[in-house]
């Protein structure tokens, strides 16, 4: 069985066929979808796709690309969503310097507003970072220096590093600040170096898997619409890359995906 990470259901793309793309995704092995907040809409859709199907899980967050709604009636909104049974992280968030939709001490200061949301709830997050790597990193020591834990119980992980773009050297740090790196579509592209180059270096205990759906498409479908069915040819790309059966991968991706989230099978009281 394999986990899709983080996936925008919610989006209009899916809007002719949502149901579809679930069972698709079923059939594919895909157990669960985690859908990530892009926004406050956004986050109140992936709620009530957690709410309607058992296998959707929601993040709940605005992106930097909608920072600048993000205001403390928004954020307390936000608080209040965090609250449901099934969202199980604060996110998408972070830093996006490369399309600039909102201007960067905004995207900052959102940025800081949601990790300390996620310290006060006790939720893991969902990291975007787009030729950001210096501000997220310092946000992100700050962050985790100052004592963060995601739950006064336990010693679950801290986060995800969303659609890694880093090199092996961030990757180590963030992996030992407690991150798990999530490879994406883009592994399967035959002229992927870095991506292929982090799967063989970094372990496989360290590691999750995501499509970013309706983005990021893996081979050989490129091109098209993403969907979490999808997800499935990210994990086979990682076995051919460390040589190892997909089994495995699904496994102890499904594994790190559950010590994450917390996460239970569709059905499990």
């Known amino acids: 069985m394999l986990i ?49 199907y058992p296998q959707v899980y929601a993040a709940v967050g605005v992106h930097p690309h ?66 950001a790597h210096d501000d997220v990193m310092n946000m992100l020591r700050q962050w985790v220096g100052e004592g963060y834990q995601p739950s006064a119980t336990s010693h679950r992980p801290v986060g995800v590093m969303h659609c890694f773009s ?4 961030m990757a180590r740090e963030v992996i030992e600040m407690g991150f798990y790196i999530s490879i994406p579509g883009p592994v399967t592209f035959t002229n992927a170096r870095r991506l292929p180059e982090l799967v063989r270096a970094l372990p496989l205990e360290r590691l999750l898997i ?28 990682i076995a051919r890359i460390r040589g190892i059966p997909l089994e495995q991968v699904a496994r102890i991706t499904t594994t790190n995906a559950r010590a994450l989230f917390g996460l239970e099978s569709p059905g499990a009281t």
């Open 4 to 52: 899709d990470t983080h996936a925008h259901l919610d989006f209009p793309q899916f809007d002719a066929d949502r149901q579809e793309v679930i069972t698709r995704a079923q059939e594919a092995g895909v157990e669960i979808i985690v859908n990530a907040g892009a926004g406050l809409e956004a986050s109140q859709a992936g709620v009530a796709l957690a709410e309607t």
């Open 66 to 131: 909608e920072a600048k709604t993000l205001n403390e009636g928004v954020l307390e909104k936000l608080r209040a969503l965090a609250q449901h049974q099934k969202v199980v992280a604060i996110g998408e968030i972070g830093l996006d310097y490369y399309r600039d939709q909102s201007p960067r001490p905004v995207q900052r200061r959102a940025f800081q507003q949601q990790l300390a949301l996620a310290r006060k709830l006790g939720k893991p997050i969902i990291v975007h970072d787009r030729e």
């Open 166 to 169: 880093g090199d092996l050297a």
């Open 210 to 237: 995501e499509t970013d759906c309706p983005y990021l498409t893996p081979h050989p479908h490129r091109g098209k619409r993403n969907e979490p069915a999808y997800v499935r040819l990210v994990a086979e790309a």
